[in-house]
């Protein structure tokens, strides 16, 4: 099962006549030096592109604001380094991600065959559930292709990945890639608490037909009202 309340990001909070939730969820961007993984994030957040962007020097990110079913979601998004130098910062960087664009370039197959080796370090260091996308960048540069997407479609469904090719010049599948990892995250999120709160359900009905005394707390707004139930459940 997928152990998401334990590794969230995750904020909720209570207005005094309904209930807003409000979700952050961590999400890495994984990959080779030079694959275009800055040029991913900057095209997402700013539509913005560098063609002479030089690379990443430790970490950096940004928070994007998505709406889903109604719900407030923020995705941030965390770039670090590829080269072998920066990997010291590997442990903390993984910490708490729950989604992970894992980017090679087309043009350069080494960055291709490097995608197992990153995919090992991510699951080291975070859940192995983790929501992964698994992207072949640059796509603009065809005449330069030197990896098929048949190639990156069978990686990712041996390991069971998403699979997308994006160009962050041209913008081609850029929002795509980043929206189907949060909303497979929030839909995940949302099926653990929803099948939370069923348990919660059947727990207080088998206490009820069982005789068992049910812990109730009073409305202190309301002392001549009845009673009400407070529940708060994670697993």
Same mark, same amino acid.
């Given at each position: 099962m997928f152990t998401i309340i334990n590794t969230i990001w995750l904020k909720m909070a209570f207005s005094s006549e309904e209930q807003t939730e409000n979700y952050l969820f961590k999400i890495v961007l994984v990959g080779d030096s030079a694959v275009g993984?800055?040029?991913?994030?900057?095209?997402?957040?700013?539509? +913005?592109?560098?063609?002479?962007?030089?690379? $990443?020097? *430790?970490? #950096?990110?940004?928070?994007?604001?998505?709406?889903?079913?109604?719900? +407030?979601?923020?995705?941030?998004?965390?770039? $670090?380094? *590829?080269? #072998?130098?920066?990997?010291?910062?590997?442990?903390a960087y993984y910490r708490g991600a729950v989604g992970a664009l894992l980017v090679y370039d087309i043009t350069r197959r080494?960055?291709?065959?490097?995608?197992?080796?990153?995919?090992?370090?991510?699951?080291?260091?975070s859940d192995m559930n983790v929501v992964t996308m698994l992207v072949g960048n640059k796509s603009d540069l065809k005449d330069s292709r030197r990896c098929r997407p048949s190639e990156g479609k069978a990686f990712a469904k041996s390991k069971g990945l998403f699979f997308i090719e994006t160009s962050a010049l041209d913008s081609s599948n850029v929002?795509?890639?980043?929206?189907?990892?949060?909303?497979?995250?929030?839909?995940?999120?949302?099926?653990?608490?929803?099948?939370?709160?069923?348990?919660?359900?059947?727990?207080?009905?088998?206490?009820?037909?069982?005789?068992?005394?049910?812990?109730?707390?009073?409305?202190?707004?309301?002392?001549?009202?009845?009673?009400?139930?407070?529940?708060?459940?994670?697993?």
């Amino acid at each position: 099962m997928f152990t998401i309340i334990n590794t969230i990001w995750l904020k909720m909070a209570f207005s005094s006549e309904e209930q807003t939730e409000n979700y952050l969820f961590k999400i890495v961007l994984v990959g080779d030096s030079a694959v275009g993984k800055s040029n991913l994030l900057a095209r997402f957040a700013r539509d +913005e592109f560098y063609p002479n962007s030089k690379s $990443t020097i *430790g970490v #950096e990110f940004q928070t994007q604001k998505m709406e889903i079913n109604g719900k +407030e979601v923020k995705a941030q998004i965390w770039d $670090t380094a *590829g080269q #072998e130098r920066f990997r010291a910062v590997t442990s903390a960087y993984y910490r708490g991600a729950v989604g992970a664009l894992l980017v090679y370039d087309i043009t350069r197959r080494q960055t291709f065959e490097s995608i197992g080796r990153w995919l090992n370090e991510l699951y080291t260091h975070s859940d192995m559930n983790v929501v992964t996308m698994l992207v072949g960048n640059k796509s603009d540069l065809k005449d330069s292709r030197r990896c098929r997407p048949s190639e990156g479609k069978a990686f990712a469904k041996s390991k069971g990945l998403f699979f997308i090719e994006t160009s962050a010049l041209d913008s081609s599948n850029v929002s795509a890639a980043f929206q189907t990892v949060v909303r497979e995250i929030y839909s995940i999120l949302s099926r653990k608490v929803l099948q939370s709160h069923e348990r919660s359900k059947t727990d207080l009905m088998n206490s009820l037909s069982n005789g068992k005394p049910v812990a109730l707390r009073e409305d202190e707004n309301r002392r001549d009202g009845p009673s009400r139930i407070f529940g708060c459940c994670s697993s």
